[in-house]
Each structure stands twice: as C-alpha cells, then as structure tokens.
C-alpha cells in the first residue's frame, strides 16, 4: 500500500532530534544507562503560578472550543508581552495563538511560500526550518556561517543570496543549534539589505528568547520599515518550561494573521483552551522562574564548555544563547576504535550513543554537517558523566 501514499512525503525529512531520542529510549528499554543529550527540552518542572492558572480555568469550565485565533485575553497578553519586553506595539487582531512554535512555523511558511520559490536560510538552523519550506514546495537556499563568524550571517552574505525568486528570509536568534545571538548592530546591517527588497518576508523565530547569555533581546520586527513583513514566532515552551503544554503564536500583519487562521481552522480550529488560559499567567506574571532558569543554564554552559575544551580535536563556538554546544568533530573523521571508522558526523553520533551511550544529533539534520549538537538541558551531574563518556570514546579513536 506504501505505493499509494501521497509523493508529499518524498519531499520532506522526519526530525533527526526525534529519531536519535527514539534510538535512545530503544536501548533504554534494553535496561541500558543512555543520557539524551538529543532532545531540546528543559529539564524543569513549570512554574506554580502557572499551573495554579490552568487548575483554575479547568474548575471554571474552560473546556469548550475557543476561537480560532485564541481567547481574545490570551492574546492580550501576548501584546503586553511584547510590549513589556521587546517594546513593540501589536494588536491582539495581530496575534494568533497555536499548537506550539513549530505550528506557527507551518502555518506562516504555508501562507507565504509557492512551490520554486526560495526561502533564505543561514547555518546551522533548526531542522525543521527547511522540512516545512520542502513541505510548502519552495526551494531552500542555505547560507553557510562559520564558527569563526559566530554562526551568524552579514549582510554582504544576506544580498549576495538573494535572487529574483527569494521571497522570504528564515531565522532564530538565539539560535538552535549553534547558540548564536544577533546583536542590534547585526540586525540593523541585515535590515538596510531588506529595505532594499521590500518583497521579502522575515520569519524570526525567537522561542529562546528568555535563554541569553549576553544581555538584552534584540527583535527584528523593532524596524519600522520592516515590521509589515516581520513574522515573528515565540511560544512558552524553552523559556516556561512548558514544552507539553504545546502554545506558540504569530505575531504580524493582519493579512499574514489571516491566512494563519485560514490555515488553523482547518488543521486544529484553535490551540487547547486550559493552557491559553495558563499562558496569560506566564506571559504577564512573574518572570523569576524563567530568569532562575537561565542561571542555571548558565552554569550548565559554562561547565559544558570546560569539559568540551579539554577534549583533543573540538573546536567549540561559545553560546549566547539557547542551551546546546555545537562543536565542529571533523577531527575526528577517518579515525578508528579498530572495529568502527568514522566517515562522518552521523557516523561519530551514532558512536557515541551505541560507545558511550549518549545521545546527540548530527549537523546534517542542521545544514552543517562537520558539527554534533549537544543539548546541556540536562542535570550538572549528568552532564559531567556524560562528557567523562564521550572523552573516553573519543579516546578510542585512533
């Protein structure tokens, strides 16, 4: 029956994060100790007052359908968020909540890209940025950046990529998986490129936006001239541990707010009422919990790069961002333990899980395929075990 399926899914890629978390859990099912250093969740619990909020809203009967947009006060409360933090005006007729980020994603990709159209992305991104353009049947044109340039694209890169075709610019910052934060000076080069293609839409993707390490969050929906075709993404998963409770949402132009309701109302109608009902406490509430967060994954990174550095052969951009290292391993490629010889980045991810029992995931899956990403969302304890794993497996390779 497989020969009947849709040629849709010939286009597109299942998640390499999913996949290797699947392995993982494979071989812990065996009884075998595997730390997951694959998957980008954070280990908290979500905060109390937030929680408090949704045990309320189930005993106050918010169970029944919710517009499709959401609940008009959710989306208030996405506009004081946004007012709060980035000091950026919307509207709630601006806003549309969803079943997470990813779903924002799809639907904004979906509502703008046409089949050969190109969509601008820099390396490393997130795996599922180029699925959903494949998905949409655009054309993805990757930018590669350097560990040495901070994993972040110029301007001159930005202009010398665009084509009569392109018709949107894709990105995140903090960045997944590199750990890259744009600066306001970096945007500003980046946004006098698109005042000059005034038919280029901007995806800005800032789930990670409470994670930084290196000050205030800069948006790029903060140009004037840009702002009409900005669609910035966010959600409550990394930065409220919220990752199950599946809210993200678009903020935009109403004709790009539109079309995502269009799209939503027939996907899902609307995103689950108790955890919009939740979200409100978390977008206007106390932010401690999330900034306590932060601190420790401070501590985390710092003590990740130390063991990172004291390995032979990794070369490792320090994060601004986000909570994983994405170490260049192509030291590594040609070397063997004797049975096993490492070709590759897949080749090296797969080492280690099936060698040192922990789990990552290859920089293919991310457009750079010299570099694992290695997730530090897990306890201090595990992390210095897992890195005591890989430096003894690493040491086997001759």
Same mark, same amino acid.
């Given at each position: 029956?497989?020969?009947?399926?849709?040629?849709?899914?010939?286009?597109?890629?299942?998640?390499?994060?999913?996949?290797?978390?699947?392995?993982?859990?494979?071989?812990?099912?065996?009884?075998?100790?595997?730390?997951?250093?694959? =998957?980008?969740? &954070?280990?908290?619990?979500?905060?109390?007052?937030?929680?408090?909020?949704?045990?309320?809203?189930?005993?106050?009967?918010?169970?029944?359908?919710?517009?499709?947009?959401? +609940?008009?006060?959710?989306?208030?409360?996405?506009?004081?968020?946004?007012?709060?933090?980035?000091?950026?005006?919307?509207?709630?007729?601006?806003?549309?909540?969803?079943?997470?980020?990813?779903?924002?994603?799809?639907?904004?990709?979906?509502?703008?890209?046409?089949?050969?159209?190109?969509?601008?992305?820099?390396?490393?991104?997130?795996?599922?940025?180029?699925?959903?353009?494949?998905?949409?049947?655009?054309?993805?044109?990757?930018?590669?950046?350097?560990?040495?340039?901070?994993?972040?694209?110029?301007?001159?890169?930005?202009?010398?990529?665009?084509?009569?075709?392109?018709?949107? +610019?894709?990105?995140?910052?903090?960045?997944?998986?590199?750990?890259?934060?744009?600066?306001?000076?970096?945007?500003?080069?980046?946004?006098?490129?698109?005042?000059?293609? &005034?038919?280029?839409?901007?995806?800005?993707?800032?789930?990670?936006?409470?994670?930084?390490?290196?000050?205030?969050?800069?948006?790029?929906?903060?140009?004037?001239?840009?702002?009409?075709?900005?669609?910035?993404?966010?959600?409550?998963?990394?930065?409220?541990?919220?990752?199950?409770?599946?809210?993200?949402?678009?903020?935009?132009?109403?004709?790009?707010?539109?079309?995502?309701?269009?799209?939503?109302?027939?996907?899902?109608? !609307?995103?689950?009422?108790?955890?919009?009902?939740?979200?409100?406490?978390? =977008?206007?509430?106390?932010?401690? &919990?999330?900034?306590?967060?932060?601190?420790?994954?401070?501590?985390?990174?710092?003590?990740?790069?130390?063991?990172?550095?004291?390995?032979?052969?990794?070369?490792? +951009?320090?994060?601004?961002?986000?909570?994983?290292?994405? &170490?260049?391993?192509?030291?590594?490629?040609?070397?063997?333990?004797?049975?096993?010889?490492?070709?590759?980045?897949?080749?090296?991810?797969?080492?280690?899980?099936?060698?040192?029992?922990?789990?990552?995931?290859?920089?293919?899956?991310?457009?750079?395929?010299?570099?694992?990403?290695?997730?530090?969302?897990?306890?201090?304890?595990?992390?210095?075990?897992?890195? !005591?794993?890989?430096?003894?497996? =690493?040491?086997?390779?001759?």
């Amino acid at each position: 029956m497989s020969n009947q399926l849709s040629s849709l899914l010939d286009r597109f890629n299942e998640p390499e994060t999913l996949k290797m978390a699947q392995l993982g859990r494979e071989l812990s099912a065996k009884g075998i100790d595997v730390i997951n250093l694959s =998957l980008g969740e &954070p280990d908290f619990d979500t905060p109390q007052h937030i929680k408090d909020a949704a045990i309320k809203a189930i005993n106050d009967n918010w169970s029944h359908y919710t517009p499709v947009s959401g +609940f008009l006060d959710a989306r208030e409360a996405v506009c004081s968020k946004l007012k709060r933090d980035n000091d950026l005006e919307y509207k709630p007729a601006n806003i549309i909540l969803s079943t997470g980020a990813k779903q924002s994603l799809a639907m904004a990709i979906l509502a703008i890209v046409d089949a050969n159209e190109e969509v601008i992305i820099p390396t490393p991104y997130w795996v599922t940025y180029s699925e959903l353009v494949k998905i949409a049947g655009g054309k993805v044109v990757s930018v590669r950046t350097s560990v040495e340039n901070g994993f972040k694209i110029t301007a001159a890169e930005l202009e010398a990529a665009i084509t009569p075709k392109t018709k949107m +610019f894709l990105f995140s910052s903090p960045c997944n998986p590199s750990g890259a934060v744009y600066s306001k000076e970096e945007l500003t080069a980046l946004a006098e490129v698109f005042k000059q293609h &005034p038919e280029i839409y901007i995806i800005s993707d800032e789930i990670y936006e409470y994670i930084n390490y290196v000050g205030k969050h800069e948006s790029i929906a903060q140009f004037p001239e840009l702002k009409d075709r900005v669609i910035l993404i966010n959600g409550l998963s990394k930065g409220f541990a919220m990752t199950g409770w599946r809210l993200g949402y678009i903020a935009a132009s109403l004709d790009i707010v539109k079309a995502a309701d269009k799209l939503q109302g027939q996907f899902t109608s !609307a995103t689950c009422s108790i955890t919009q009902k939740a979200a409100i406490a978390a =977008l206007t509430g106390d932010l401690t &919990p999330s900034l306590e967060m932060t601190a420790e994954f401070t501590l985390r990174k710092n003590l990740t790069l130390e063991l990172v550095k004291q390995i032979p052969g990794l070369k490792c +951009f320090n994060p601004e961002g986000a909570f994983y290292v994405f &170490p260049d391993v192509s030291a590594y490629f040609g070397k063997s333990d004797g049975t096993t010889t490492i070709h590759n980045a897949n080749d090296l991810c797969m080492y280690l899980l099936n060698t040192a029992f922990v789990s990552s995931v290859m920089g293919d899956a991310f457009g750079e395929p010299n570099c694992i990403r290695f997730s530090y969302a897990a306890s201090q304890e595990n992390i210095k075990r897992a890195w !005591a794993r890989i430096t003894e497996a =690493l040491a086997k390779l001759k």
